[in-house]
């Protein structure tokens, strides 16, 4: 029964989310412009993401190393209310209100295409349940850290209050705490974390001369 318990509350979000998603579609027929159509595709990548957490979480294999402390939990805790807390939009600047949106919706695309990469390695918690090292993870150690924090900043710019500054803010201290916990796991479990560590950047991707992105050539281990 446990097992089913996380793809469960997933499955539920999934459901609202999409109803969302659908009246988003609706409204951005109805009323056509850059906003609209920003905000539908916004919900529907928000949407598949969800999707993607349910399909991944049903049936998984055990970790290699589960997270027991309660500062794993609670940090998990913290992140996700955190999610939910933003705030209604306010009437800002509309030019602000679309650069938000804009850094929301490619966010979701990344963070989409990081969680699809992850596949059914993906957990709330930060536990080791294998090491990744393709698609966005070629660029940074935490794709889907990275994802989710361009998605919230996106949210925050788009609703510029002193309210989701400071849930952008608690959101952001949960995450590093998150990551600091995912990466000791991985260290204990895979002997190969280490290398790719060492030269694969922990958040933001890192850029030779040029501008050209460095990748991590480090041979991906089977998750």
Not at 106 to 127: H, I, K, M, T, Y
Not at 128 to 155: I, K, Q, S
Not at 156 to 180: D, E, H, I, K
Request: glycine share 8%; with cysteine; hydrophobic share 50%.
């Amino acid at each position: 029964m446990g097992r089913w318990l996380l793809p469960g509350a997933f499955a539920v979000v999934t459901v609202t989310t999409a109803e969302i998603t659908v009246q988003a579609i609706v409204h951005a027929i109805d009323h056509p412009g850059t906003r609209a159509a920003l905000l539908a595709s916004y919900h529907l990548l928000r949407t598949a993401i969800v999707l993607a957490f349910t399909v991944f979480t049903v049936n998984r294999d055990e970790p290699h190393a589960r997270a027991r402390r309660p500062l794993a939990l609670g940090a998990c805790v913290v992140a996700m209310g955190c999610v939910f807390s933003f705030g209604a939009p306010v009437h800002s600047s509309p030019w602000l209100a679309l650069a938000g949106e804009a850094i929301a919706t490619v966010s979701c695309v990344w963070l989409l295409a990081s969680v699809l990469a992850l596949g059914r390695c993906f957990g709330v918690l930060p536990e080791a349940r294998g090491l990744v090292t393709r698609g966005p993870y070629r660029l940074v150690r935490h794709p889907v850290y990275l994802g989710e924090l361009g998605a919230c900043c996106g949210l925050a710019l788009a609703s510029p209050t002193v309210t989701n500054g400071a849930v952008l803010a608690v959101f952001a201290a949960a995450q590093v705490v998150r990551m600091g916990l995912e990466e000791r796991a991985l260290t204990r479990a895979f002997p190969d974390y280490a290398s790719y560590a060492a030269r694969t950047p922990r958040l933001i991707p890192r850029l030779r001369a040029g501008g050209a992105l460095t990748f991590s050539r480090l041979r991906p281990s089977a998750s």
